[in-house]
């Protein structure tokens, strides 16, 4: 996506796996006019891709979106469709604490509604397991190197592979539904 000014937009942050399939799944939103991969929640400050796994970090997205064109909680239901939010040791293909799910939420109406919209998914028994997704306060953001910006649109024969093998689209349509209908959406 080109540089924006980010005044009069909203940001949210959320790790659901691998940075560039979370990237590449939200590009798809019209609302959104600005993504940035990245790290966040280590235990470390300005991690690399090559530190920020040991260090504790997850890999993120912060999407910038125009509140006038979609909400918090649209955002969070679309979330909530392309990745897994039960599995407790990864994503998909990715495995380990770095590619687990969870909201990073700036301030407490964010943090509410994400416990609601998690509330709503376990009720309505949309996934065969428990959510695990955690809902944590939103510490710094650290920006991926450039090679992760946007790496479905710089390596399609690569990314494309990789996310057909990874089981992502087969999870994707298989609860796409079912997340909107238990949100009211």
């Known amino acids: ?3 924006i000014s980010h005044r009069d937009l909203n940001s949210a942050i959320f790790a659901g796996g691998c940075f560039w399939c979370v990237e590449a799944d ?4 019209p609302a959104i006019k600005n993504i940035e991969s990245g790290y966040i929640g280590g235990d470390t400050e300005d991690p690399s891709y090559e ?3 040991a260090n504790r970090h997850r890999e993120a997205v912060r999407v910038w979106y125009d509140p006038n064109e979609t909400s918090y909680r649209e955002l969070l239901a679309y ?3 392309i990745h897994d939010p039960t599995d407790s040791g990864g994503s998909f293909y990715d495995r380990g604490h770095s590619y687990t799910s969870a909201v990073y939420c700036q301030n407490r109406q964010e943090e509410d509604e994400a ?3 998690i ?3 376990e009720e309505a028994d949309v996934f065969p397991n428990p959510i695990v997704t955690e809902v944590l306060p939103a510490d710094d ?3 991926a190197e450039e090679y992760h910006q946007n790496y479905a649109d710089k390596n399609p024969e690569h990314y494309e592979q990789y996310r057909q093998e990874s089981g992502r689209e087969d999870f994707i349509a298989d609860h796409r539904d079912a997340v909107y209908e238990a949100l009211g959406l």
């Not at 939200?26 to 939103?29: A, L, V």
Request: net charge positive.
């Open 26 to 29: 939200f590009k798809k939103r």
């Open 115 to 117: 416990l609601a919209v």
């Open 51 to 53: 530190t920020a796994a």
């Open 119 to 121: 509330e709503a998914l």
């Open 141 to 143: 953001f650290w920006t």
């Open 79 to 81: 979330f909530f469709t």
């Open 1 to 3: 996506m080109n540089e």
